[in-house]
């Protein structure tokens, strides 16, 4: 006669081989995650309910992140108001690696890792931000090129003499101020931004005067979006629109490493972008342009 406790006893064996071909599976991937990086598929759920009045202090990824946040509108290459015929001359210098490949640009960016420079720092590879804020500042630090940005919201006004003999110096990021709108929109004013950078990826200049304002909403708990506008009269005839991006909350607070090296940029030039060439129709196109600005 069969044993009653056989059966019993060789169904808790193959229980225990399969717990432990199941553990033997998942603990590799539990040791694997790190509390010291960001894993895109940790995303926000749902908008997180509504949002805290005037705050948007946290971790934020953007549109680059890969972790299903919207895209953007008409905000990496978007299509400028008219120029003036100073705003032609400096538009025409300047050759966008989406036109001219790695080898025709001249991006500053893409041939010497240069800094994009604001506003470009805001739309171009914006993979994730991290916002922090005191009574008399806020700071945003953007993952790409471990850029940080200085808002001053202690009631002093924007600047009138950067670039002026005697005045401020432009900066890189430039001068830029901020105060709250409404319980939910922050806006930040800046001007005195460096015009060795370019405005946008396809390659709008700006010059020292121009003035760009951003609105930050806060949309719910989870969903954030920026909205940029930009006055410039010396180089174009209205208020030029660049566009909006999204932003979702970070639940972890992590951002990884991301920037660009210049040996690595120089590396790849000579031995891949330069020996591909230009569009040789492009270049047909405009023979004349000339050098970027520098």
């Not at 932003?247 to 790849?268: A, G, H, K, M």
Request: net charge negative; with cysteine; proline share 10%.
């Amino acid at each position: 006669m069969r044993n009653p406790f056989a059966g019993a006893l060789a169904g808790l064996a193959v229980l225990l081989v399969c717990s432990a071909v199941a553990t033997a599976q998942t603990a590799p991937n539990k040791q694997a995650r790190s509390p010291w990086k960001y894993y895109p598929m940790d995303r926000a759920v749902g908008d997180g309910g509504p949002a805290p009045k005037r705050d948007l202090s946290g971790t934020w990824a953007g549109p680059s992140s890969g972790a299903a946040v919207p895209k953007g509108i008409n905000a990496q290459d978007p299509t400028g108001p008219p120029l003036t015929a100073l705003g032609k001359q400096l538009m025409d210098q300047n050759k966008p690696i989406g036109k001219y490949s790695p080898a025709g640009t001249n991006d500053p960016h893409t041939r010497y890792c240069d800094p994009f420079g604001f506003p470009q720092n805001m739309t171009n590879e914006i993979r994730g931000m991290t916002v922090m804020s005191t009574p008399a500042r806020t700071f945003i630090m953007i993952q790409y090129m471990d850029v940080w940005r200085e808002i001053w919201s202690d009631g002093r006004a924007l600047p009138t003499n950067v670039g002026d003999p005697g005045g401020l110096d432009p900066k890189v990021n430039g001068y830029s101020i901020g105060h709250w709108e409404d319980d939910y929109t922050f806006v930040v004013d800046t001007t005195g931004i460096d015009d060795s950078f370019w405005t946008t990826k396809n390659g709008y200049p700006h010059t020292v005067k121009a003035h760009v304002q951003e609105r930050f909403h806060r949309d719910s708990k989870n969903d954030l979006t920026l909205t940029f506008t930009m006055d410039d009269p010396t180089l174009y005839t209205k208020q030029f629109a660049l566009g909006e991006e999204h932003f979702r909350w970070i639940p972890n607070q992590q951002l990884d490493d991301f920037t660009c090296i210049p040996s690595q940029v120089q590396e790849y030039l000579k031995e891949m972008g330069d020996p591909a060439g230009s569009d040789p129709n492009v270049s047909q196109q405009r023979p004349n342009a000339a050098p970027a600005r520098r």
